[in-house]
């Protein structure tokens, strides 16, 4: 269930370079890979001029994602992706599922690419420019852009990276979901079901959030515990809190460990959070 998210600027190769992985993929891997994009979904790209339907369109093919996770295929998102907070919800979910993920920038200049687009007739060239100046690019300094391929492209419409993108998929860069709660230090465990965990979860999270909201520096103290204060906008850290605080509360399910007190629980969140953000 490797991820591969490639991004780039409209008409700069991106679908013939995720066209071109996908087979060779297919052929190292001996399992199925699937190209998501816009034009599987059989979405137009004119959705990029009205913000409601491209937000539609872009949850559309988030959740197809999501519905095709498993651990029997290999999935390429062939989008623009060039918005941060996108690459950084893909980048979430591989975390959450524990797999290989890797970010495909297709780097073509601006000339190029608006060339190919007049000449595809993709984009309006209004519409081309606008997306340009819109692209937020990868540069591979944040957590959820690593790593990073650099695809340029080469001779006879070769690309030159996809080796080394298909390398990063085959020698297994994972993003660990999480720590597994065995490993933390755990007392006795009388808690019911996963529903005590995640209200006792909720309460810090709200805590931190509310500390976000106020502008707060550092850390909060929480359960006489100090929570480090992530850095970020509120919508940006409230995806990633609740991220944790699902795979924490899983991870616990899941793990069952045999010893480990509700009154412990706070503590253990807490201590997870720190080693996590």
């Known amino acids: 269930m490797p991820l591969i998210v490639v991004t780039g600027l409209p008409c700069s190769g991106k679908t013939r370079f995720s066209e071109q992985l996908k087979e060779k993929l297919a052929d190292k891997l001996g399992h199925d890979v699937i190209l998501l994009n816009f034009e599987t979904l059989g979405l137009e790209t004119s959705v990029f001029d009205v913000p409601r339907e491209e937000n539609n369109a872009r949850q559309q093919l988030k959740a197809t994602v999501d519905r095709y996770f498993n651990k029997d295929k290999t999935i390429i998102v062939d989008d623009l992706n060039y918005i941060k907070g996108v690459r950084y919800e893909y980048y979430c979910l591989a975390r959450t599922m524990n ?34 100046h819109r692209y937020e690019e990868a540069l591979g300094t944040n957590p959820w852009e690593q790593p990073l391929v650099r695809v340029t492209v080469g001779d006879a419409g070769s690309f030159i990276g996809m080796e080394e993108v298909i390398g990063t998929m085959t020698q297994g860069t994972r993003r660990k979901a999480s720590h597994h709660v065995g490993s933390l230090p755990i007392k006795s465990f009388p808690l019911r079901t996963g529903q005590d965990i995640d209200v006792q979860c909720k309460a810090i999270v709200n805590k931190v959030l509310a500390a976000v909201k106020a502008g707060t520096i550092g850390s909060v103290a929480v359960e006489g515990v100090k929570v480090k204060v992530p850095a970020g906008n509120l919508a940006t850290v409230t995806a990633e809190l609740h991220r944790l605080r699902t795979a924490f509360g899983r991870a616990c399910v899941e793990t069952t460990p045999a010893d480990m007190s509700a009154g412990n629980i706070s503590r253990l969140f807490v201590n997870y959070l720190n080693g996590e953000m």
């Open 99 to 132: 797999t290989e993920y890797c970010v495909a920038r297709v780097d073509v200049d601006i000339n190029t690419a608006r060339q190919w687009n007049q000449d595809s007739g993709h984009y309006t060239d209004a519409s081309f420019m606008a997306l340009c």
